[in-house]
């Protein structure tokens, strides 16, 4: 597994930004993927994740309705819409594969972890 996280970048409150995470390597691995996050200070958090095959998906509570986790399996990428992005959205953004098919909250159940991409949200 090598993951290639990027898309990030600058936007003004209430714009839209997607990110890309690429496996370069993944073979016959069925692990879900997920996104996390984590903002100058804070712990990281948790954002979405989604199974490889099925496409079930799980956001967390506070990007619910505004975030959109997809998948394409021809080219090894998940993607993360944002929209209708707000300050509290800044942070380095990190995908991961998980150690199980069904999509995760939790960080520990994630193996592999990219390099992380920056998202910066101006008020």
């Known amino acids: 597994v090598q993951l290639q996280a990027s898309g990030g970048g600058s936007v003004q409150a209430g714009g839209s930004l997607r990110l890309s995470c690429t496996d370069s390597?993944?073979?016959?691995?069925?692990?879900?993927v997920g996104w996390f996050r984590q903002a100058p200070g804070k712990e990281r958090e948790f954002v979405a994740a989604?199974?490889?095959?099925?496409?079930?998906?799980i956001y967390a509570d506070s990007v619910k309705g505004r975030f959109t986790i997809s998948r394409d399996r021809v080219k090894n990428t998940v993607y993360l819409q944002m929209d209708s992005l707000k300050f509290e959205d800044t942070a380095v953004y990190y995908c991961?594969?998980?150690?199980?098919?069904?999509?995760?909250?939790?960080?520990?159940?994630?193996?592999?972890w990219g390099q992380g991409t920056e998202v910066t949200v101006s008020s």
């Open positions: 989604i199974s490889w095959n099925a496409g079930n998906t």
């Open positions: 991961a594969v998980g150690l199980r098919p069904v999509p995760e909250s939790s960080s520990g159940r994630y193996r592999y």
């Open positions: 390597r993944r073979t016959s691995s069925n692990n879900a």
